[in-house]
């Protein structure tokens, strides 16, 4: 027995964007523009075309200049659900809990996608895609970049292990169950997850195409410069 397929998604975009300042005292780090659109503008365009209906959108810092710039979705081909957050945010985790009541229907898993990264990943898999019965998340790896000491997990025989050398690349398909028992407040994702690692319940695969984690003004700029217009 399979769950069923996604057509919701949350894309994280509460952080305060440290590394990105001065860049991030003026504008929040999804909206930084990138090959022509804000990060979160390839996001939303990707996931509409992989038939994503419903997004929620979190924020903390600068948050009504996100929702200035997408409003309700319609420009993007979806529908848009703000989550605002206070201030500092509520970390993964915390805000995924907060927004769950517009991401689940049921027992039907929604996409994450951190909106600080920059990647031509086809979502059409994680929308199609059903986890096994018991699984609580698939999450997508890629190499681990040069800028990184090691990688965050392990993958062995289509399941993630709580150390390896890949780097999760901020895209996953989460079941509503990771989250039960969660207090709401500030609560990062990391140890939910690798709780369900130890369990085995953690799918997951690797991506090598195009994925940068945009957190320094140095990475961005080499962005734009290799990004196609």
Known sequence: MTVMAPHKAIILAAGRGNRLRPLTDVLP?????????????????????????DVVVNHAWLGDKIEAKLGNGEAYGVRIVYSPEPEGGLET??????????????????????????????????????????????????????FKAKGDFGLHNGRVMSEGDWTFAGISLLHPSLFDGLTPGFEPLAPLLRKAMTAGKVTGEVYSGLWDDIGTVERLEAARRHYPK
């Open 93 to 146: 985790a915390g805000g995924i809990l907060q927004a769950l009541p517009n991401l689940t229907v049921g027992d039907t898993p929604f996409l994450v996608v951190n909106g600080d990264v920059l990647t031509d990943y086809d979502f059409a898999g994680l929308v199609k895609m059903a986890l096994p019965k018991g699984s609580l998340a698939h999450l997508v790896l890629v190499p681990t970049p040069a």
């Open 29 to 53: 780090k999804p909206l930084m523009e990138v090959g022509g659109l804000a990060l979160i503008e390839h996001h939303l365009l990707a996931l509409s075309k992989a038939g994503v209906t």
